[in-house]
């Protein structure tokens, strides 16, 4: 489910209501009154989930989500405690669900709630905590002991942020939960909303994003670098990682305690980094990878599938590094043969 401290719930609606807002059809009659929304494997009683890929079939029969949208080929996996409300696009009709319900999700700031003062009364700034000039301090925010906040910066509605802390010029953060002695460079953005729409006929739908950042203790963070908040469940960097200037984390990634991410890397949604990894300058992850503890990524290397943990993979896409050398050499190797041929053949003529 949101976190209230950053989102405003406009529910509870009943499942007629839902079924207008999407087109879709209740498997049976009920008067079931939807509190809230969320992911299959974290649903309850009186929430609603969808379901529209054969990858989450698993996921979808041992849900407890008191509704599920679906279409009509995943009906019949729907457990019985649920009701399954069918609908052509399931991914669709639950962006519009959420719409509904968090209907400021996707704006950069409610309209229901204005900044009116630079530092909001019921925020809470610890002993020892410097804040330097034209910092913006929202509502609910609370911040440790012994911080330094430069210049600048904006801290949005709810936001933690724990003891020792060092935000640089101009650093906004939103929808964010951020650890102790943790480094934030100038110019970063942290907690803003995952890039993810739903294609139809009307075009590109924007599907709201309902998480949220999580950055435990120790995490060092470079200048201008992104990172988007989850959709449902959160994006969380660990303990003790360090990033690089400019480097984009995309929603609801995963990244494993104490790894090194280098300058300009960029990783889709939902994948996972295992502690201890390390990717290489300029190294592109697709979307829903796994890379394993302990893997290296050599630099300017296309992740595209899982990785295994442990190794040391380079190229595109990426392969362990042993290989890639062989192929290179290899490659080498045919262009010069080639050229050396053509050069000979060109002499006879």
């Not at 309850?44 to 989450?56: A, I, N, Q, R, W």
Request: some cysteine; glycine content about 14%.
């Amino acid at each position: 489910m949101a976190d209230p401290r950053f989102f405003d719930n406009a529910g509870p609606f009943t499942l007629a209501r839902i079924a207008g807002l999407t087109g879709g059809k209740p498997a049976r009659d009920t008067d079931l009154t939807i509190a809230d929304l969320c992911a299959l494997d974290s649903a309850g009683p009186g929430l609603l989930s969808y379901c529209e890929s054969v990858k989450f079939r698993a996921a979808l029969e041992r849900t407890k989500a008191g509704a599920v949208l679906v279409g009509e080929a995943f009906a019949a996996s729907v457990p019985s405690a649920a009701v399954a409300i069918i609908c052509a696009q399931p991914a669709l009709a639950f962006a519009k669900v959420a719409g509904a319900f968090y209907p400021d999700a996707g704006l950069i700031w409610p309209k229901s709630k204005p900044p009116v003062q630079r530092i909001a009364p019921t925020s809470q700034v610890g002993k020892g905590t410097v804040i330097a000039p034209d910092v913006f301090i929202g509502e609910g925010v609370e911040i440790g002991n012994d911080c330094v906040i430069g210049p600048g910066a904006v801290i949005g509605r709810g936001v933690q942020i724990g003891h020792n802390a060092q935000l640089g010029a101009h650093v906004s953060i939103s929808h964010s939960l951020i650890g102790d002695r943790c480094t934030i460079h100038a110019g970063t953005r942290i907690g803003q909303d995952g890039f993810s729409y739903v294609s139809g006929a009307a075009g590109h739908f924007k599907v709201p994003q309902l998480g949220r950042v999580i950055i435990q203790d120790d995490v060092e963070i470079g200048a201008n670098a992104a990172i988007d908040r989850g959709a449902l469940g959160d994006t969380v960097i660990g303990e003790g990682t360090k990033l690089d200037n400019m480097v984009h984390i995309a929603h609801n990634n995963r990244i494993g305690r104490r790894c090194i991410i280098v300058a300009q890397v960029g990783i889709a949604g939902s994948s996972e980094i295992g502690d201890f990894a390390v990717l290489g300058g300029q190294v592109g992850v697709g979307d829903h990878v796994k890379i394993g503890a302990g893997t290296f990524v050599a630099g300017k290397s296309g992740v595209t599938r899982n990785l295994e943990a442990g190794k040391v993979y380079a190229g595109y896409p990426a392969h362990p590094i042993e290989q890639w050398r062989r192929e290179v050499g290899t490659l080498a190797r045919l262009t010069k043969a080639s050229r050396s041929k053509n050069e000979r053949d060109a002499g006879k003529d």
